[in-house]
């Protein structure tokens, strides 16, 4: 389907349909597809990017809720909890069971991470953008990419039937580590809860792999004439390298995970050390290692971070460069860094491990190697105060968004020095410092991220505009309520205060900081209800939003050249690349905007600067 | 996503088809998969004090494993010259190789399964293996009230007993009544038959641990050569240190290995299927090189089990 | 400007839906009444115009809800009258100790124990073993003998130490909460058994058939038929209520704690020839009393030096005689061979047979861990008394299943002290099935014996060595209750 | 509410209303957000948001140290970053005809931006190696503490399990007979540093002292020392970092430090009470004597 006619004659052929590929043939013609085929069981590349965007969408108000359920506990300890109290508590007053709020922050973490963050950045947009961003007509294999949508339904299932299962959803905490997740008996949750969990995150594996083979496959094979490596948008650059992150970190979680769950059923000992005894079963018999399990675990996790980060690097990258109206700065450097980032990602696990009893010589390489991935992430900071420095800065809601990222990410990449150095996370390992440390991360930056892309490539999802008012209200008020629930969290951490406690102030030198997480509670609710807000934005939106054409935001990319929203096989004339994406403000041009797909003539390119 | 025809020079990336791109780069998943169950291996085998490499503890049959490493090495190659075939056009030699590759990998899960009977016999199956004397014993004790299947028997007599007294029903009362009887009978006709004195005594001292194991294996010995019905109790061997964590790593690199080799037979029936109707042409050159790189996969995978496992 | 209005109507409407779902009324805790007592079919007492269940009536008269306590001043309870305590204004309210003790409960208890103390919490079902039920008024560890209520200072050793071996943490830390926690368990306690002594009280009256059908006196039955109800009823209340305030009165008498029958070693001491090793000599050649510390000065090899701290009585105990007693060599402070090889035989005999459920190789898995045991009287589930349980092994009053424990783990869980052992040995576990050996074993040396065996075996199993006892005797057929005789 | 929080609303108010009014809107918010994140952190310790008390131990004043200094030097960055940022917000916001400047990058800046950065990264990693080698590497541990391990303190669902040896003696890694048993209330003499043996019997804990900035996670199948120098004497928190299961909040300790004439008496106080058998001049007097020959004359 690749073959692509050269260029120059790409422009006689506008008849796009009248190429006739033979992998065109059977879905060629929208009009013969059945409502299934066309929404929900569709292998168009942007249709499945927007049921990613969707239900993600839709799992983050989920995730929010359990969150505010954790928050709730911390403020009004065992008093009565709206809704959930009422219903399953009665007898108590209301009041939650210590193994409900286990599963409560648990649940909310499996949710963020495995059906929120990594498919809103890998899923949706990169399913959406990757292919019209490179010029490729759609994914290389748009049946895998449609399984690795439906593969995520599964999970969804077995999560949320996790919790109407005898003994409840998981409460091993994300990190699932045994013997707490290994033995039946020493939790509620990790009774038919867990296998469920470890089902839900194995499907999630799948999918997940069937997408990162699939975005490798396309970005290298399927790019678009004249688009080469170095003339990709960081967008692409860090689906790339997310992508390869996530194929050759997630596949060891997945074997752990069927190392776990034969632990569970079929009796295997790997993370069963023996003479355990819990909850009075019988004592465990084996040998096996506790440790290990956090070594697989974090061997995927840790890039699994920047899997959840890389992404929306890219894409504020080319926001930021958009709505400065000026090349990015230092685009190479940007593109090394990231690369430096997944490189050293893969050596960085075990600074989640050290006081996890580990060898001390270890944890000493660890570190070093942890504090030299902060700088990749400095650089990219520096770059893109470099891009806004001296641009023509437009305050639209993606941009405030992506000054955002850009504040928040300098907040919870600093953070992260502290405990990066292993003195100091002896202190602070398993506190709220932690806690505030990856909120500024994934909410603070990615999700912002997230929320300047929406508005961004809204106008070539459905061809409207987002309401403007409407995304800076739901800006202002999240930014603010973000900064109100986890900036203290900080002070949570510094004063001691661990995680995952159901009842902090039963510590009497905790019991101060009680005022403190009312407040942030309060703050949560707020931005947990902003959110409404955005989800009223985009919903009404694709229905009254106004009208655009092509290109409303004046922008570079080759996405913009598509038709909004791009019909099947995206573009109606196959791109060719002539330039970078961040030629904006180009001197001797009448607008400051230069497409990368505009033909330059030979005379006339001696007075325009080169691209990449 | 095949390409038949030529690739245009302007076309970015590798000049390799989109599928076998997509095959590599699932290999290397694979490999990462692979590398988390050999890298626990490593670590636990490390980490342990002791591990059991005696072959007649373990019962690990090395000649197996080298016969069925030739036997992979074999369908690597027949599957090489299903893929050559297909390339210049001899579709029927190339279904026909292809089946010996089927057959060859069928070879390889018959010995395989011989194996895994091996070890079911003994019992060498994860947290199956007794690590120290009081666990040999007990598990000969528990296997020896299953063997004489009272404990159910008398969980069934405790149950009708309970639902003949719960019955208000007075039509339904004799036919519970009936069903104790039985019940009753069978239980102590076993009970008598089985539950000898020696049988007690072995019982007992094996309880109270104060029993030798080679005298508990001489008593056991006795029991089933009286009682055929104590053949189902593995015989007792010495206490397998870190038997259970060898078990768990034996069976789980095997078996998803054994599973990687089943999802193979499935590609090379889907071919020889596809023969047999007639279909296997040109255009299915790439898949088949896939389904090729595949199975070289899955060989490479057992080169390194193979020495890991059975020899060190 | 029509667009922003439409976003913003939606907003409101989603932002309302949410705030009315979430500050709906929220509810009460609630006692939650017996299985038994919700059988009852209301009834019309003395003169109500209405049917009430009499039982639940009588509950929450007497004890009321958990928002609102009543605390009966005929029962031996410290609900906490109000003082005038600047430093704890709190205790200005009257009943400030049950209010704190509940507040305490709901925050530290009621996971676990459940709302009415009934052992049903919402963490309960996972727990092994299950949670306490305080209704039956039963405790396991405690030091008063048999069926007598645990004193408070009971409660306060389980709650400060915790279970070792059960899901019971210690919360030795709570320190001054302690005693109200204690005074409202003992409320819920009583309030429990309140609850099924009246149940047991209409039983009485009624006669078991029509209860077994979850019957009782219907309101529209003859005048004759109720009064006679209703007299019944008001003697059963004055009856139930009287018995257990004298119950509970009784836990807390010194007589009623269990002390080794013989526990001083001073009758038998002999007064030396000479006596003036030290000043005055005045030894009374009475028993002290248990509480009265004494301390041992090494003497002379073969004689010790016994001094009461208290008023400085001097006397000389034959070096025999603390070996004698309790199987403990002096000079080593550990037990003598021959005390283990008495608790051995002691342990596998037929009169004791503590391997019958503690197993040959006291691992808690004797014989009678493999036979179907049948409901007793006393249980919750004493309808079905005289079935058997289909769950093999052991079952405890509660109906929880029970293992014997396993001896060689070293874990007590009434406490590893010698003379929390010699309390389990003499009396038995109360509610459980292990039976107390006072009766059959007279002599205190023998129950010594029994107490150094099993306190050994942790540490050295070969004192399990030797012939083990005949096969031919079958396991008891009934548990020996150590509740029948009280 | 403290008035600096009244004078840092109304600020904050005040200076989005001149954004506004001047058109700079955006920059002032984020301006404001930065310049709120550092006030209300230099106002957090006087709310006791703060490191709960100086570090109670050598180890934990080491950390202190070196969270100060790794905070003065994020501070310092925070700050300067967030000033270019606002700098650029203001002086670069979009005006309509203006084109912006034309730069792909400078080699020269991210030279200098990837090697400062890289040296003070590298600096914060080696300069703390030794203190985190002396937490962990038991070769350095003080060796008669090593060799004496004060008590074994055993996790498990949910609560402090410790184990003594009787005074005078060694602790076993097999329990002994004599071995003193408590729960939750971890007694150590004070001043000189102590190990414990961490182990533990069901999960994964994490033995957390705060004020002693102490915290190593309990392993189950391993025994791991843990090394420890109380400053202080009275008590402390003991608390479990490590999701343990439902019951996790519940598992709190307590560490009280002693002079060591009143720990050794401790140890014979617990020892008397767990030798009690109600028998006046039996176990409990005979125990006592055996430890102490010379038998004190005051109780």
Redesign the interface.
């Given at each position: 389907m690749s073959t692509h006619a050269p260029a120059d004659t790409a422009h006689a052929h506008d008849d796009h349909d009248s190429h006739g590929h033979a992998a065109h043939d059977s879905h060629g013609h929208g009009h013969e597809l059945s409502f299934f085929q066309k929404y929900v069981f569709s292998t168009d590349h942007k249709v499945i990017g927007i049921q990613f965007l969707i239900t993600t969408l839709l799992m983050l108000m989920v995730g929010g809720a359990l969150a505010l359920g954790v928050r709730w506990q911390l403020a009004y300890r065992f008093s009565t909890m709206p809704i959930v109290g009422q219903l399953v508590f009665a007898n108590e007053g209301g009041q939650i069971s210590p193994e409900f709020y286990t599963m409560l922050f648990t649940m909310h973490a499996t949710v963020m991470i495995f059906l929120v963050i990594i498919p809103i950045l890998a899923g949706a947009f990169g399913n959406f953008l990757i292919p019209l961003m490179i010029g490729a007509d759609d994914m290389a294999f748009p049946t895998l990419n449609m399984l690795s949508y439906w593969f995520m339904w599964p999970a969804i299932f077995f999560f949320g039937l996790s919790f109407f299962v005898e003994g409840g959803a998981s409460s091993g905490g994300w990190t699932n580590y045994p013997p707490l997740s290994a033995i039946r008996a020493a939790a509620p949750g990790s009774q038919d809860g867990q296998t469920l969990w470890l089902i839900g995150v194995t499907f999630i594996g799948v999918s997940s792999m069937m997408g990162s083979v699939n975005y490798m496959t396309t970005i290298i094979n399927m790019r678009a004439p004249g688009m080469t490596l170095f003339r990709m948008p960081m967008t692409i650059w860090a689906m790339f390298i997310t992508a390869i992150l996530q194929a050759f970190a997630l596949p060891v979680l997945t074997a752990a995970g069927f190392m776990i769950l034969a632990d569970r059923t079929i009796g295997t000992c790997f993370f069963i050390p023996g003479g355990l005894t819990v909850n009075n079963t019988p004592t465990t018999v084996g040998g096996g290692q506790a440790l290990l399990w956090q070594h697989l675990f974090w061997f995927y996790s840790h890039p699994a971070v920047y899997i959840m980060l890389l992404p929306a690097m890219g894409m504020v990258s080319d926001m930021l460069s958009c709505f400065s109206r000026k090349p990015l700065f230092g685009y190479k450097p940007m593109v090394y860094s990231i690369a430096a980032i997944a490189g050293l990602g893969f050596i960085v696990w075990g600074h989640h491990m050290f006081i996890s009893g580990m060898n001390p010589a270890l944890g000493m390489t660890f570190m070093i190697s942890t504090m030299m991935i902060a700088l990749p992430s400095a650089v990219k900071t520096f770059n893109w105060l470099g891009t806004m420095w001296g641009g023509n800065i437009q305050f639209t809601t993606p941009m405030i968004n992506s000054i955002a990222f850009v504040s928040m990410f300098v907040v919870g990449g600093l953070s992260g020095i502290f405990m990066a150095a292993v003195p100091v996370d002896i202190y602070i390992h398993d506190t709220y410092f932690i806690v505030a440390h990856f909120h500024y991360v994934l909410f603070g930056a990615t999700l912002f991220g997230c929320f300047g892309a929406i508005h961004y490539w809204f106008p070539k999802m459905w061809g409207r505009m987002m309401n403007e008012t409407a995304g800076k209200i739901h800006f202002v008020i999240s930014f603010i309520a973000f900064n109100f629930t986890f900036f203290p969290m900080h002070f949570l951490g510094a004063a001691g205060m661990p995680r995952r406690l159901a009842d902090p102030y039963n510590y009497p030198y905790l019991e101060h900081l009680l005022p403190l997480n009312q407040f942030m509670t309060w703050s949560a609710i707020v931005m947990g209800f902003a959110q409404f807000i955005l989800l009223a934005n985009f919903f009404l939106s694709i229905k009254y939003g106004k009208r655009v054409g092509r290109n409303p935001w004046n922008a570079n990319g080759l996405e913009w050249t598509a038709p909004s929203p791009p019909g099947h096989g995206n573009f109606d004339i196959l791109p060719v690349v002539y330039r970078g994406p961040y030629e904006y403000a180009t001197p001797n041009l009448d607008v400051d905007y230069f497409p990368q797909t505009q033909y330059v003539p030979v005379e006339q390119r001696v007075n325009v600067a080169h691209g990449h | 996503?095949t390409?038949g025809?030529?690739?245009?020079?302007?076309?970015?990336?590798?000049p390799?088809p989109?599928?076998k791109?997509?095959m590599w780069?699932?290999l290397?998943?694979?490999i990462?998969?692979?590398?988390?169950?050999i890298?626990?291996y490593i670590?636990?085998r490390l980490?342990?004090p002791g591990w059991p490499t005696d072959t007649h503890v373990t019962h690990i049959n090395i000649l197996a494993g080298a016969i069925n490493t030739f036997v992979l090495i074999c369908s690597s190659v027949s599957v090489v010259l299903a893929h050559e075939a297909v390339h210049q056009g001899y579709f029927t030699k190339a279904k026909n190789l292809m089946i010996l590759t089927l057959v060859l990998a069928c070879v390889f899960l018959g010995i395989k399964s011989f194996e895994y009977y091996g070890k079911f016999q003994h019992d060498i199956?994860?947290?199956?293996v007794?690590?120290s004397n009081?666990?040999v014993l007990d598990k000969m004790v528990r296997e020896l009230d299953v063997a004489t299947g009272l404990?159910a028997l008398?969980?069934r007599?405790?149950?009708v007993?309970?639902e003949l007294?719960?019955e208000t029903n007075e039509e339904r009362k004799p036919r519970l009544k009936a069903e104790l009887d039985v019940v009753n009978t069978n239980v102590s006709g076993i009970s008598k038959k089985l539950e000898t004195?020696e049988f007690?005594?072995l019982r007992?001292?094996a309880?109270?641990?104060?029993i030798k194991l080679d005298d508990a294996a001489k008593a056991l010995e006795k029991l089933q050569h009286d009682h055929p019905e104590f053949k189902v109790v593995h015989e007792i061997h010495k206490p397998i240190?870190?038997g259970?964590?060898f078990?768990?790593?034996y069976?789980?690199m095997t078996g998803?290995h054994a599973l990687h080799v089943i999802i193979g037979m499935g590609f090379f029936t889907h071919i020889i299927m596809l023969g047999n109707a007639g279909r296997l042409g040109f255009e299915h050159g790439t898949l088949v090189e896939n389904y090729g790189l595949y199975w070289h996969f899955v060989d490479l995978v057992w080169i390194f089990l193979f020495p890991l496992i059975y020899i060190i | 400007m029509n667009r922003s209005r439409q976003f913003f109507g939606t907003v409101a409407v989603l932002v309302g839906v949410a705030l009315c779902g979430g500050c709906a009324k929220s509810p009460e805790p609630k006692f939650v009444l017996a299985k038994s007592t919700e059988e009852i079919v209301p009834v019309r007492i003395g003169d109500e115009k209405t049917a009430v269940n009499p039982v639940e009536a009588a509950l929450h008269e007497n004890f009321g809800t958990p928002n609102s306590l009543v605390a009966w001043e005929l029962f031996p309870l410290d609900y906490g009258k109000a003082e005038d305590d600047l430093d704890h204004p709190e205790r200005g309210t009257e009943g400030w100790k049950l209010l704190h003790g509940r507040n305490l409960y709901m925050q530290h208890c009621v996971h676990c124990h459940g709302t009415s103390g009934d052992g049903a919490g919402p963490t309960a079902k996972f727990l092994n073993p299950r949670p306490r039920d305080y209704r039956l008024g039963k405790f396991k560890f405690k030091s008063t003998a048999g069926a007598i209520r645990p004193s408070r200072e009971d409660l306060r050793t389980t709650l400060e130490h915790g279970i070792p071996g059960t899901s019971m943490p210690s919360f030795v830390l709570l320190k001054d909460d302690l005693e109200p926690i204690i005074e409202y368990v003992r409320f819920l306690s009583m309030r429990g058994e309140y609850e099924f002594r009246l149940y047991k009280g209409i039983q009485g009256i009624l006669g078991r058939k029509v209860l077994a059908k979850g019957g009782s006196v219907p309101a529209e039955a003859p005048e004759e038929a109720r009064a006679e109800f209703n007299d019944g009823w008001k003697d059963t209340l004055e009856q139930v209520s009287t018995d257990l305030a004298e119950a509970w009165t009784t836990a807390d008498a010194p007589e009623s704690i269990i002390n080794p029958r013989e526990a001083t070693i001073l009758d038998d001491a002999k007064v030396l020839a000479d006596p003036k090793p030290r000043g005055s000599v005045k030894f009374s050649g009475e028993t002290l009393p248990a509480d009265r510390r004494v301390k041992l000065d090494h003497k002379e090899g073969q004689y010790w030096a016994v001094k009461s701290l208290k008023d400085e009585e001097l006397g000389f105990v034959h070096h025999e005689s603390l070996e004698a007693r309790t199987g403990i060599d002096p000079k080593t402070g550990k037990p003598t061979e021959k005390s283990l090889k008495r608790g051995r035989e002691l342990y596998y005999s037929q009169a004791v047979a503590c391997f019958k459920c503690h197993g040959y190789g006291g691992r808690g898995d004797g014989p009678s861990t493999e036979d179907f045991w049948e409901v007793g009287n006393d249980s919750p589930l004493f309808q079905y008394a005289g079935q058997k349980y289909e769950v093999r092994g052991l079952h405890d009053d509660w109906d929880n299943h029970l293992e014997p424990r396993n001896l060689i783990r070293g874990v007590y869980r009434g406490g590893r002290r010698p003379i929390d052992l010699y309390r389990k040995v003499f009396a038995g576990i109360n509610g459980a099935k292990m039976p107390g050996f006072s009766t059959s074993l007279t002599n205190d040396s023998d129950l010594w014996d029994l107490v150094n065996f099993v306190t050994t075996l942790p540490y050295d199993q070969s004192i399990l060595q030797g012939p083990l006892p005949d096969p031919s005797v079958q396991p008891p057929a009934a548990p020996v209750n150590p509740q029948a005789s009280n | 509410m403290s008035p600096w929080l009244i004078i840092l609303s109304l600020g904050s108010a005040a200076v989005l209303l001149a954004g506004a009014l001047t058109k700079k809107f955006w920059p002032a918010f984020f301006g404001l957000s930065a310049v709120a994140t550092v006030g209300i952190s230099v106002l957090a310790p006087s709310y006791r948001w703060w490191l709960p008390g100086g570090a109670q131990s050598p180890m934990g004043t080491e950390i202190d140290d070196l969270f100060y200094m790794i905070l003065i030097i994020t501070t310092v960055t925070y700050i300067a970053v967030h000033v270019v940022l606002i700098t650029a917000l203001i002086k670069f916001s979009g005006k309509p005809g203006v084109k912006a400047s034309f730069s792909h990058g400078s080699h020269a800046l991210e030279v200098v931006w990837t090697i400062v950065p890289a040296a003070i990264l590298l600096f914060i990693s080696l300069y703390q190696i030794d203190v985190w080698m002396r937490f962990r590497n038991f070769a350095t541990f003080n060796r008669h503490s090593r060799e004496n391990p004060v008590a074994e303190v055993t996790a498990r669902q949910f609560e402090w399990r410790i184990r003594y040896p009787a005074p005078g003696k060694k602790l076993m890694q097999k329990p002994q007979p004599d071995d003193l048993y408590t729960v939750n209330d971890l007694h150590v003499p004070f001043g000189e540093p102590v190990v414990i043996q961490l182990r533990s019997e069901d999960v994964l804990h994490s033995f957390f002292l705060p004020h002693l900035r102490i915290k190593q996670d309990a392993v189950p199948g391993a025994i791991i020392p843990v090394q420890f120098q109380a400053n202080f004497e009275g008590e402390q928190e003991l608390v479990c970092a490590e999701l343990c299961g439902w019951g996790h909040y519940k598992m709190r300790g307590q560490l009280t430090a002693q002079r060591k004439s009143e720990f050794d008496k401790y140890l014979r106080d617990l020892q008397a009470r767990q030798s009690d058998d109600g028998v006046s001049g039996g176990r409990a007097a005979a125990v006592v004597t055996q430890a102490t020959p010379k038998a004190e004359n005051h109780p």
């Open positions: - | 996503m390409h025809h030529g690739v245009s020079t302007l076309k970015m990336g590798v390799i989109n599928a791109l997509g780069l699932f290397g998943t694979e990462m998969f692979f590398t988390a169950f890298g626990t670590v636990v980490g342990s199956l994860p947290g199956h007794p690590e009081q666990q404990t008398r969980q007599q405790v149950s007993a309970n007294a719960k004195p007690n005594d007992r001292k309880l109270a641990g104060t240190l870190y259970n964590l078990a768990s790593t069976f789980l998803f | - | -």
